[in-house]
């Protein structure tokens, strides 16, 4: 049974995200990125210092960018977009879904400033629904690290991954979770430890959160376990369903919007293969608000303690 | 490279009528489709496809093809024509338009049919995805050019004028806009729901090479994509002023016929308007 984690603050995931693009770069003429003016936030700034030559600023302009995008992957290329989560799938959807979902294009699209661990910047730059609109996308793969070493290993899947994909990073740095070259892959999971009593499926940063807060509850006796669920779409079902049958009370944790995300995700899972009781711990029905990241992580319930308060309610359903 | 049939300005004309058939026969077979904008955009179709883009119908994923989208995707009754006539498809499959299971969807889709290079039909897409065709072409050392259709009311989405900004500073010159200047719209004529001119000095402000012309003159349209192939730094837009529901008299310049198929009635007068009452 693993030890209670030590929370050692590393990279964001959108740093990981920028340095691994860069060196996709180097090893794939192919690969191409695009911005719309916050390639210093989403960092795929680095891949521009890197590859002047094939990255394209398109100034403000998402829904342009992400047709630009498009038209790039028809002549071969790999296009990477970025820009802050809630601005890629909120003023591009539509060029998302006809553009890139409607002929399956091998168009790479990814969200920085995803949740509300950016803080200040309040709720219009927040990503809090692009999980819901992601995923509504057929034949979209839908990723979501929770922390660098994931966020660079998933950047590589996403490349090598012939299809759309977004990628979700975040501006916060994040704890360490995994070993440099752990495995991940479109479909995987983590399951870093199955409990009898609950268990815990998390992604993003909320993974270390559950991790935290199983410890604390196998501490006091109830047997915790925590499964990172980092790719959204396709959904590792079978480890949902084992999480399931192992401790028949679950919690689900993500930084994400009650409706649409992994919540959801799990809950059809349940339904059509494994009725399970589900506590949600999540940003609700509505929007956050300006605040240090702390405050507002604590103030939206994306906390270990609040993990903990959910475990043991589930225990005891 | 490959031969579809470049045909001389004269054949081109001789063949417009049969697409215009042809368009308004499959509309009429789904009993449902955009009549008006397809007929306008009929000679602008037919000079790029037998005139001036190099593609091959036998290979139409050749790399090395000029691309041609169809931004105004509910035209696509005239660019199903115009491709079945170059042989992409067997002229069979144009009846199917519309119905469940055909390759001919109700606007263009790419993977669907052959010779469709992006889908269209939410409006105002096709510049951006043409773009960036052409910055994934200058990327890989190709000549390629990328040609985009769009309709008059289509620019009234906003996306265009993102695009129309960043291919100008992108100095995408391999990039030409068609605006196909039907001068209507669905709920009516463009200078009603939303005023566009002076489009030319629009365009010009953005940093474009303007051509304008008579959308129908064939020798001008060839003329003018003869010309746009010389110009360097920058992108080109063609305004073709066109007649919505063109070489039909009743279809004609009439709102009525944006959206709505014509009855069985109709298309004989059509037919026999077009001179291909009997092909």
Redesign the interface.
């Known amino acids: 049974m693993p030890d209670r984690p030590v929370r050692v603050l590393g990279k964001a995931t959108r740093d990981a995200y920028g340095e691994t693009l860069a060196q996709l770069g180097r090893e794939n003429p192919r690969i191409v990125a695009l911005d719309a003016d916050l390639s210093k936030s989403t960092k795929s700034v680095v891949f521009a210092k890197a590859h002047p030559d094939r990255f394209v600023n398109v100034g403000i302009q998402e829904a342009n960018m992400v047709g630009i995008a498009a038209g790039m992957a028809t002549t071969g290329m790999i296009p990477f977009a970025s820009s802050f989560a809630t601005f890629l799938m909120s003023k591009a959807f539509d060029q998302m879904r006809m553009a890139v979902a409607n002929p399956h294009l091998n168009v790479k699209l990814v969200g920085s400033h995803a949740g509300v661990s950016i803080g200040e910047d309040g709720a219009s730059q927040m990503g809090v629904e692009d999980l819901a609109l992601a995923c509504a996308l057929p034949g979209f793969t839908v990723l979501v690290p929770a922390d660098a070493v994931a966020a660079g290993s998933l950047t590589r899947v996403a490349a090598e991954h012939v299809g759309p994909v977004f990628l979700r990073t975040g501006r916060a740095k994040a704890a360490e979770i995994y070993a440099t070259g752990t495995e991940f892959r479109v479909g995987g999971s983590v399951t870093h430890h199955l409990g009898r009593d609950v268990n815990v499926l998390a992604c993003g940063l909320m993974v270390f959160e559950a991790l935290e807060a199983a410890a604390e509850a196998r501490a006091a006796g109830i047997d915790a376990g925590v499964v990172d669920l980092y790719s959204l779409k396709p959904v590792d079902a079978d480890a949902i369903v084992a999480a399931a049958a192992a401790s028949g009370r679950l919690v689900v944790a993500e930084e994400h919007l009650h409706h649409g995300g992994l919540g959801s995700i799990v809950a059809q899972v349940l339904a059509e293969r494994h009725p399970a009781r589900v506590v949600s711990v999540d940003l609700e029905d509505r929007y956050a608000e300006s605040g240090t990241p702390e405050a507002v992580l604590e103030a939206c319930g994306m906390t270990s303690g609040r993990v903990l308060e959910a475990i043991r309610k589930a225990s005891a359903l | 490279m490959p031969a579809p049939a470049t045909i001389p300005v004269e054949a081109l004309r001789a063949l417009a009528p049969r697409i215009r058939a042809d368009a308004l026969r499959m509309i009429a077979a789904a009993n449902s489709g955009h009549p008006g904008g397809s007929l306008s955009a009929v000679e602008i179709l037919l000079a790029l496809y037998r005139g001036v883009l190099r593609h091959d119908p036998a290979r139409p994923d050749w790399?090395e093809r000029d691309?041609f989208i169809l931004s105004k995707g509910h035209a696509c009754p005239a660019l199903y024509a115009v491709l079945a006539d170059c042989g992409y498809f067997d002229r069979d499959l144009l009846p199917t338009f519309r119905r469940f299971g055909s390759p001919l969807q109700g606007h263009p889709?790419?993977?669907k049919l052959a010779g469709v290079?992006?889908?269209?039909?939410?409006l105002g897409?096709g510049?951006?995805?043409?773009?960036?065709?052409?910055?994934?072409?200058r990327?890989?050392g190709t000549d390629a050019r990328?040609y985009v259709l769009m309709g008059d009311g289509e620019i009234n989405e906003?996306?265009v004028w993102?695009?129309a900004?960043?291919a100008a500073?992108?100095k995408a010159d391999r990039l030409t806009a068609i605006v196909d200047i039907n001068r209507i719209q669905l709920d009516g004529f463009t200078s009603d729901i939303l005023e566009l001119e002076p489009l030319a000095d629009k365009w010009r402000s953005f940093g474009w090479e303007v051509i304008e012309l008579d959308g129908h003159d064939l020798d001008a349209l060839v003329e003018a994509f003869a010309r746009v192939r010389s110009i360097d730094g920058r992108p080109q837009v063609i305004l073709a002023r066109t007649t919505k529901g063109k070489g039909v008299s009743f279809m004609e310049d009439n709102p009525e016929f944006h959206g709505a198929p014509p009855s069985a009635d109709e298309l004989a007068r059509a037919l026999v308007e077009l001179g291909v009452a009997h092909a």
């Open positions: 790399a691309r889709e790419l993977g290079e992006a889908s269209t039909g939410s897409q510049l951006s995805i043409g773009l960036g065709m052409a910055l994934g072409h990327m890989q990328v906003g996306q993102e695009a900004l960043s500073h992108l």
